[in-house]
Nanobody, 126 residues
Framework: QVQLVESGGGMVQPGGSLRLSCAPSRRPNNNYVLGWFRQAPGKEREFVAAFSRGGGTTYYGDAVKGRFTISRDSAKNIMYLQMNSLQPEDTAVYYC???????????????????WGQGTQVTVSS
C-alpha cells in the first residue's frame, strides 16, 4: 500500500507559477509509474505528466507541454510538478498517482493507476 500526499496548490493570476509536491508514505519501487493528473469541474480526469518506470523518461499531456515540468528528489522521496505560464483553463484539482500496471500505451489512462492522493486545488484567476 502506498499513500500519496499532495501539497502546494492555491490561487494564482494568469501567467503565474506554482509548484506542487507529492510525498509517498514509502518509497515506491521501480515497478511503479509515478505521475500527475488533474480534474476540472464537470470534466474527466486528465493526464498531466508522468515518469516512466524507473524514472528515466518523462511524459506530458499536450495541454501542458512546454509549461509544466515533472521532477523528483530521490533523496527526499518527493515528486514535484512545476507549473509555469498558468492559464484559467489549468484550474482543476491536481492529483498525484502511482501505478504498477501502467505501460507506455496506458500512461495517460487513470484507470491503470492504483494509488491516488487526496488532491490539491489549483485556481488560476485574475
Amino acid at each position: 500500500q502506498v499513500q500519496l500526499v499532495e501539497s502546494g496548490g492555491g490561487m494564482v493570476q494568469p501567467g503565474g507559477s506554482l509548484r506542487l509536491s507529492c510525498a509517498p508514505s514509502r518509497r515506491p519501487n521501480n515497478n511503479y509509474v509515478l505521475g500527475w493528473f488533474r480534474q476540472a469541474p464537470g470534466k474527466e480526469r486528465e493526464f498531466v505528466a508522468a515518469f516512466s518506470r524507473g524514472g528515466g523518461t518523462t511524459y506530458y499531456g499536450d495541454a501542458v507541454k512546454g509549461r509544466f515540468t515533472i521532477s523528483r528528489d530521490s533523496a527526499k522521496n518527493i515528486m514535484y510538478l512545476q507549473m509555469n505560464s498558468l492559464q484559467p483553463e489549468d484550474t482543476a484539482v491536481y492529483y498525484c498517482a502511482a501505478g504498477s500496471r501502467v505501460i507506455m500505451s496506458t500512461m495517460t489512462r487513470s484507470e491503470f493507476y492504483d494509488y491516488w492522493g487526496q488532491g490539491t486545488q489549483v485556481t488560476v484567476s485574475s
